[in-house]
């Protein structure tokens, strides 16, 4: 067999959510053909047209980012990394996979969303990418198409109990998409707050003279995160037992509703995202308008709230990290929220820097390295239906794979990040750990910190139902 599409990755330490071993990894065709133990003949038998030395560095599974909205129109604007620029950062930052949101517009079919977001996405990827799909607009038309979406690889759903007018759906139109799920095989995911409690507050805050962005975080209250999530897990259950996974998870009474409905044994899950773990109200008190940069929904929770993440990570009362990554610059976007909170469109960027704070978590002894690579890898793979051609290194896998140098230094910061962003949410932030190199179906996308990938490289993947169920 000719050895010119063959890459052997030698003597770095393979770290998957299951074992760490030093192995040598033998690519061939995209895929991961074989490991062996470095140093025994199996790996020096290992042999191919191109080497990479990993020695001293981890090698690990491209990371899997199950939550992202490049371009997406929001607050009379749209996010500002587009699939060109936001899957580019993504490789950056060791993610080789992102299920973004396809959006149903109010009035409109599921497979009108589906076909935009394909548009978008279509010839412009750096990495790979499948779609959710969001759910406006439930009704007997919308829940049909739910099964042939399914049927196709678009395997989740996200419904929103916040954003009256937008994306808002009520209590009957998630019990009957939930109904539908149960029987097709979808995974519903719910953005559990009470939206319409937390417009009353927000309008009484506004009229109170209460602007700044610290009273975002304010009127978005804690109860009502946990007040939607239990709602929810009440609904699924209702529903005939169809799995729940609660997006971006800030507060720990959200998560004790999770952890409680996990312990009766139902199919709920969590997710939460980096901002939750190592930001808090503190950034968005920031003086003069600086809170903006910190405006996301759920909103950022006092810093007390970590602890039980943390927990929630380790005890898997939470399963995922994802980003939420939804950015939206300082200068003309964010800005339009000045004198008032609720014009500040919702969103932070993060695609790019995932990977390496949950790095410096293990670091910091918040979580174990196989742990690591469970929550932002494995896990996320496995919930959406792509485990175990994503997530892993085994025979058969995508040759997703990042060499990860866990010594080198960095400090994050809008001048080095590449998102299409003209802040960071992490300026100054010192972490220990880099990207150094990282192949996505065996092709290099970066090379020892150059990025030698291209736009169209990604491809669409369809996705199989969730293969998480408890
Ligand atoms: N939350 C955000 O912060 N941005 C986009 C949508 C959402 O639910
Ligand atoms: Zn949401
Ligand atoms: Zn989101």
């Not at 090698?59 to 060109?84: K, N, Q, R, Y």
């Not at 042939?148 to 989740?156: A, I, K, T």
Request: proline share 4%; aromatic share 6%; hydrophobic share 40%.
């Amino acid at each position: 067999m000719s050895s010119s599409s063959r890459t052997v990755i030698r003597g770095g330490l393979v770290v998957t959510a299951a074992d760490e071993l030093h192995a040598d990894v033998l690519i061939e065709d995209g895929r991961v053909a074989a490991l062996a133990a470095s140093g025994t003949p199996a790996a020096e038998s290992l042999t191919a047209a191109h080497t990479l030395d990993a020695t001293g560095k981890y090698v690990i599974p491209g990371g899997v980012d199950a939550h992202t909205h490049m371009e997406l129109p929001f607050g009379g604007t749209a996010a500002s990394d587009t699939f060109e620029t936001g899957t580019r950062a993504a490789a950056w930052g060791g993610t080789t996979t992102i299920v973004d949101f396809a959006v149903q517009a109010v009035g409109r079919s599921l497979r009108d969303g589906l076909d935009a977001w394909h548009a978008k996405a279509d010839g412009q990827c750096a990495v790979d990418y499948s779609f959710h799909m969001i759910l406006s607009d439930v009704d007997e038309n919308s829940l049909k198409e739910m099964d042939l979406l399914v049927d196709e690889g678009v395997s989740s759903f996200k419904l929103f109990m916040a954003y009256p007018g937008v994306f808002y759906s009520d209590d009957g139109k998630i019990l009957r998409a939930m109904q539908r799920a149960s029987g097709n095989g979808g995974l519903i995911m719910m953005h559990a707050e009470n939206g319409i409690a937390i417009d009353v507050l927000v309008e009484q805050a506004l009229a109170r003279g209460e602007t700044d962005p610290r009273h975002h975080g304010e009127v978005r209250k804690v109860l009502l995160e946990a007040e939607a999530t239990h709602r929810a897990v009440q609904l699924a259950r209702v529903a005939g037992g169809a799995p729940l996974y609660v997006v971006h998870v800030s507060a720990e009474e959200a998560v004790a509703e999770i952890a409680a409905a996990r312990d009766k044994g139902l199919d709920v899950f969590g997710e939460t995202c980096p901002q939750y773990l190592f930001l808090s109200t503190d950034n968005l008190a920031e003086p003069g308008f600086e809170g903006a940069k910190y405006v996301c929904s759920t909103p950022l929770r006092p810093r007390e709230h970590q602890a039980a993440l943390w927990r929630g990570l380790r005890t898997n009362d939470l399963q995922v990290v994802s980003t939420d990554h939804c950015p939206f610059c300082f200068t003309g976007q964010k800005e339009l929220g000045r004198g008032d909170f609720s014009k500040i469109p919702n969103g932070l960027p993060g695609v790019e820097n995932r990977m390496d704070l949950l790095h410096q978590a293990v670091v910091d002894g918040h979580i174990s390295r196989r742990r690591w690579i469970e929550i932002a890898c494995a896990a996320p793979a496995r919930m959406f239906g792509l485990y175990p051609k994503k997530g892993t290194i085994a025979p058969g896998a995508d040759a997703d794979i990042v060499i990860y140098d866990p010594h080198a230094e960095q400090v994050i910061s809008a001048e080095t990040h590449h998102m299409n962003v003209d802040y960071s949410a992490y300026e100054g932030k010192r972490v220990t750990g880099r990207v150094e190199t990282v192949l996505s179906r065996g092709e290099p996308v970066i090379a020892d910190r150059r990025f030698v990938g291209r736009a169209g490289h990604g491809a669409y993947t369809p996705r199989s139902t969730c293969q998480y169920l408890n």
